[in-house]
């Protein structure tokens, strides 16, 4: 059964930075492409960043592309996510998330409901 565990998150003032880490285990990292979510009290979850198995391609949701950044070491089974200049609105619980790749090609999912596995998340409160 996979296993993923985040840390990173806290508090900071608006154009503060963060850096989220996940921890993968249980399974083979390199055969999930991965993403960060997040919940915002009374909000759905969202997407913010995915990552292919190999590293080599990134996706974001369109309010933090040149503020965050995400990226995997496949070494050490981690997850990253850099956020900067950070605002009032990034407030939320954030979540790593694991998607199984079964089929050659298969395209990095922005859906949640696409990922089998999930942290138990990470606050990130963001004050202005």
């Known amino acids: 059964q996979v296993r993923l565990v985040e840390s990173g998150g806290g508090s900071v003032q608006a154009g503060g930075s963060l850096r989220l880490s996940c921890v993968f285990s249980?399974?083979?990292?390199?055969?999930?492409?991965m993403g960060w979510f997040r919940q915002a009290p009374g909000k759905e979850r969202e997407f913010v960043a995915a990552?292919?198995?190999?590293?080599?391609?990134?996706y974001y949701r369109d309010s933090v592309k040149g503020r965050f950044t995400v990226s995997r070491d496949n070494a050490r089974n981690a997850l990253y996510l850099q956020m900067t200049s950070l605002k009032p609105e990034d407030t939320a619980a954030y979540y790593c998330?694991?998607?199984?790749?079964?089929?050659?090609?298969?395209?990095?999912?922005?859906?949640?409901?696409?990922?089998?596995?999930w942290g138990q998340g990470t606050q990130v409160t963001v004050s202005s």
């Open positions: 998330a694991a998607d199984p790749v079964r089929a050659i090609l298969q395209p990095v999912s922005q859906r949640a409901e696409d990922y089998d596995y």
């Open positions: 249980g399974r083979i990292f390199t055969s999930h492409a």
């Open positions: 990552i292919n198995t190999r590293g080599s391609a990134t």
